[in-house]
């Protein structure tokens, strides 16, 4: 299954996507943020207690092997929107620690491998291009397999390769 995780207004008449073959995920206005009481780790796990319509991210990233994200770059980071949707995804790793490679970070929960590919969009200068690309590997660490970062000075120069 692959997911897609954007914050463009009206984006399935942007990208006419075909929703039998991709999961859509975008911003209904009702998404609250984590509130970081880890029972999507222990109490309920890969289920968020917030019970909002994000609270299975955890669940859905298990059975996903691509997953999308367009964001606007907001100085090297995603959008607000689009950083909480990850910040619920916690649940798809451990909460235990794991160090390899001399770093430590959380393993997955689920066995499946995800791809990742990023497309940023704005006006984004070369430090915002370097932060974004080093706090994305960062992430990457313990959740995808394999990375691809895309920079777009609009929304519209995604739609050409999507």
């Given at each position: 299954m692959d997911i897609l995780?954007?914050?463009?207004?009206?984006?399935?008449?942007?990208?006419?996507?075909?929703?039998?073959?991709?999961?859509?995920?975008?911003?209904?206005?009702?998404?609250?943020?984590?509130?970081?009481?880890?029972?999507c780790w222990v109490k309920t796990p890969g289920k968020c207690a917030i019970n909002d319509g994000y609270n299975n991210m955890g669940t859905l990233l298990s059975k996903c092997n691509r997953l999308i994200i367009i964001s606007q770059c907001f100085y090297g980071c995603y959008s607000p929107f689009v950083k909480n949707i990850l910040d619920r995804s916690i649940s798809y790793l451990l909460p235990y620690f794991k160090t390899k490679n001399g770093e430590t970070y959380h393993p997955k929960r689920y066995d499946n491998s995800i791809s990742l590919t990023v497309y940023f969009y704005g006006e984004i200068s070369d430090t915002e291009k370097e932060t974004a690309k080093k706090y994305v590997q960062a992430n990457c660490k313990s959740m995808f397999e394999k990375t691809e970062i895309n920079f777009y000075k609009t929304v519209g120069g995604i739609k050409s390769i999507l």
């Open positions: 995780i954007h914050d463009v207004n009206n984006i399935e008449l942007f990208l006419k996507i075909n929703h039998d073959e991709i999961t859509v995920i975008s911003d209904n206005g009702k998404i609250k943020p984590c509130i970081c009481c880890y029972g």
